[in-house]
């Protein structure tokens, strides 16, 4: 598959269920909000690019607390929902753009911040992209990443990422902390820590949000049964497909 068909995969993915991500719970809440609110603590006057923003919660979360945020995501049904939302919430500072993570349309050192929340599972180039957040922070400027972790061992691995593209075929791949670590100074950032916390998929909720098919929803059900009891512990796999997951917060620099 190309970039150009990846791109219109996802547009095509997340055109529909824009909505359905805005009243996600999953998406709606977390502990990682309050964080990324506290690195912007006294930084009024600084501007932050909400990198695959989506339905917009990490724009809504930091706009207060900063100049301008720029909400920019590959998927135009998804930009119409964070400008409609931003509009009624009175944050004037949020300005959308469309766009692929691995061509970023800013200048060199534009932003003080570039958070990622959720969206590096999707982009076709975790290194390109990486390297376009370098360039666009200016020297200091600081990147936060939150996404779904690949717990590295290859059984697991291979579970998790065979439910994720039978859930969703624009799903490229969750990466492991070593992953993330050598493509974060590959690129020329700098980790300053990281964290991880745990994330439960109600199994309904979860494909409904994507508008899964029926044939792709069996087969994951199927799957999850014929799992050894490591991967059934390892992920607490329901007897309704429900099952939790890891998640990575990375913070980084541009040194």
Known sequence: MTHSDHSQNVQKQFGEQASAYLSSAVHAQGAEFA????????????????????????SFHVAPLVKEVVAYDLSQAMLDVV??????????NIRTQLGAAEQLP????????????YSAHHWSDLGLALREVRRVLKPGGVAAFIDVLSPGSPLL???LQSVEVLRDTSHVRDYSAGEWLQQLSEAGLSVRN??????????????????????????????????????????????????????????????
């Open 157 to 159: 691995d291979t579970y």
């Open 194 to 255: 990281s964290s991880r916390q745990r994330l439960r998929l109600e199994y309904h909720s979860w494909v409904e949000r994507m508008r899964t098919p029926e044939v792709f929803r069996a087969a994951i059900l199927a799957l999850q049964k014929a799992m050894g009891q490591e991967v059934r512990d390892y992920f607490e796999i329901q007897a309704d497909g429900t099952f939790s997951t890891d998640v990575l917060l990375v913070w980084a620099e541009r040194y």
């Open 35 to 58: 964080l990324l609110q506290a690195e912007l603590a006294g930084q009024g006057a600084a501007r932050l690019l909400d990198l695959g923003c989506g339905a917009g919660h990490v």
């Open 106 to 117: 800013f200048a060199t050192g534009e932003f003080d911040f570039v958070f990622s929340r």
């Open 83 to 92: 400008a409609a939302v931003a509009a009624d919430r009175g944050l004037d």
